[in-house]
Each structure stands twice: as C-alpha cells, then as structure tokens.
C-alpha cells in the first residue's frame, strides 16, 4: 500500500488529490477525488466535491456547495 502523505499547509483554491493524503488545514474552494484514491481532509469546502469511482473521501469539516459522486464513498464528520 502506497505511503500515506499528510499535508499540514493551508490549503486555499482548487484541489486535486492524486495520491494517499491527508490535509490537516483545508479552505478550499472546489476539491476533486481522483480515482481509487483514499483521503482525510480537515476543514471547509466552499464549492463542490468530485469524487472519482473507488476514491474514499474522510470529510472532518464542512462543505456549503454540490458533491459529485461518481462511485465513490463519502464519510463526513461535522461538530455541527
């Protein structure tokens, strides 16, 4: 299994997840999920979530726009 990336950077804009990875302080704007891609992110998404077929997405945060789920799994976890 592929070594897991953690990412502690503001992440601000557009994000595409290619790899493993874990993003410790997301304010992004849209974020796309590529194919078989497994992923934590911690934080807000203000527009839309892609999620590519067999990518596995571990929301700890919120998201205000539409989420794109194109066979892909979707877990969030909101203090709300």
Same mark, same amino acid.
């Given at each position: 299994?592929?070594? =897991? @990336?953690?990412?502690?950077?503001?992440?601000?804009?557009? &994000?595409?997840? $290619?790899?493993?990875?874990?993003?410790? !302080? *997301?304010?992004?704007? !849209?974020?796309?999920?590529?194919? !078989?891609? $497994? /992923?934590? *992110?911690? #934080? /807000?998404?203000?527009? @839309?979530?892609?999620?590519?077929? #067999?990518? @596995?997405?571990? &929301? +700890?945060?919120? $998201?205000?726009?539409? $989420?794109? !789920? +194109?066979?892909?799994? *979707?877990?969030? =976890?909101? @203090?709300?």
């Amino acid at each position: 299994m592929e070594e =897991f @990336k953690i990412i502690d950077t503001e992440i601000k804009g557009n &994000l595409y997840v $290619i790899r493993n990875s874990q993003y410790n !302080n *997301l304010n992004a704007l !849209n974020v796309t999920v590529g194919k !078989n891609i $497994i /992923t934590r *992110l911690y #934080g /807000t998404i203000k527009g @839309k979530l892609i999620i590519h077929k #067999g990518a @596995k997405v571990y &929301l +700890h945060g919120t $998201i205000s726009g539409k $989420i794109e !789920n +194109h066979g892909g799994e *979707l877990h969030i =976890f909101s @203090k709300k």
